[in-house]
C-alpha cells in the first residue's frame, strides 16, 4: 500500500525538550515537505527537500531541523527553540522534478501538544 | 509574496443545499490553483483543480471558477451530503510544476446538516 506515513500520531512534550517526528514515503518521490497547521492559520511551510541531502527553509523554519539522508525518509526535529510548538504537523510529497503537478501527497500527520 | 484569503472561516449548510467557499490571490502571476479537502482526523487530499487557461472546471458535484482578472477563485459544492462535511483549503502557485510553491488559505470548515 503505497502512501505516507508519519509517527507518532500524538505525542506529548514537556517545555525544553526536543521532539523528532518521523515521516517515510514508499511513493518514490523526491520532493518532501513539512507543514505546520494551526486552525484558522491553514498550511504553512516549514522546511522542503527536494532531493537527498538537500533541503530549503520554508517560511516559519525557526526552531525547527530536517534531515534527508534517504529519500525514502525526512524526519523533523521541534528543538526547544520553538516558542509556540504546540500544533498539527504535516509532512508531504510531490511528484519528481519535471513530472510535478504540483499536487501534494499528506500523511496523516502528528499532533504534538507542549505540557 | 503570494497572500491568499479565504471565505467563510465556517459554513453550515442544510443536506441538498449548495456550498460556495471563495479565495482570491495576490500574485498575479499564480497560474495553478488546487482544492484540498481534509476529513477530521484524515489527511488533506486533492479533490480539484484549475490552472490560468480554463476559466471553470466541473467534477460531478464540485466545480471550480477562477477570475483571473479579478484574481479570485470559488469551488461549488452542489446537492451537499453529510460525507462533505470538511475543513476545505484553496491554495495558488505562481508556477504549476511546483509545489513548494503553493500558498495555503486559512481553511473552511464546511458543515452539512442532516
Known amino acids: 500500500d503505497g502512501g505516507i506515513t508519519q509517527s507518532p500520531k500524538y505525542l506529548f512534550r514537556k517545555e525544553g525538550q526536543n521532539v523528532t517526528l518521523s515521516c517515510e514515503q514508499n511513493l518514490n518521490h523526491d520532493a518532501m515537505y513539512w507543514y505546520r497547521q494551526d486552525p484558522g492559520q491553514g498550511l504553512r511551510l516549514i522546511y522542503y527537500?527536494?532531493?537527498?541531502?538537500?533541503?530549503q527553509k520554508g517560511d516559519i523554519a525557526e526552531g525547527y531541523s530536517v534531515s534527508r539522508e534517504k529519500k525514502e525518509s525526512f524526519p523533523l526535529t521541534v528543538t526547544s527553540a520553538q516558542k509556540n510548538p504546540t500544533a498539527f504537523y504535516l509532512c508531504?510529497?510531490?511528484?519528481?522534478?519535471?513530472?510535478?503537478?504540483?499536487?501534494?501527497?499528506f500523511g496523516e500527520g502528528s499532533r504534538l501538544t507542549v505540557l | 509574496g503570494e497572500n491568499v484569503e479565504q471565505h467563510p472561516s465556517t459554513l453550515s449548510v442544510q443536506e441538498g443545499d449548495s456550498a460556495v467557499i471563495k479565495c482570491t490571490y495576490s500574485d498575479s502571476a499564480s497560474n495553478y490553483f488546487p482544492w484540498y479537502k481534509q476529513e477530521l482526523g484524515k489527511r488533506p487530499q486533492l479533490i480539484i483543480d484549475?490552472?490560468?487557461?480554463?476559466g471553470e472546471k466541473k467534477d460531478q458535484r464540485i466545480a471550480v471558477t477562477l477570475n483571473k482578472t479579478a484574481k479570485h477563485f470559488s469551488l461549488h459544492i452542489t446537492e451537499t451530503q453529510p460525507e462533505d462535511s470538511a475543513v476545505y483549503f484553496c491554495?495558488?502557485?505562481?508556477?504549476?510544476?511546483?509545489?513548494?510553491?503553493?500558498?495555503f488559505g486559512s481553511g473552511t470548515q464546511l458543515t452539512v446538516l442532516p
Open positions: 491554495a495558488a502557485t505562481p508556477s504549476s510544476g511546483s509545489a513548494r510553491q503553493l500558498t
Open positions: 484549475i490552472r490560468s487557461n480554463v
Open positions: 508531504a510529497s510531490s511528484l519528481p522534478s519535471g513530472r510535478d503537478t504540483g499536487e501534494l501527497f
Open positions: 527537500s527536494q532531493i537527498v541531502n538537500d533541503f
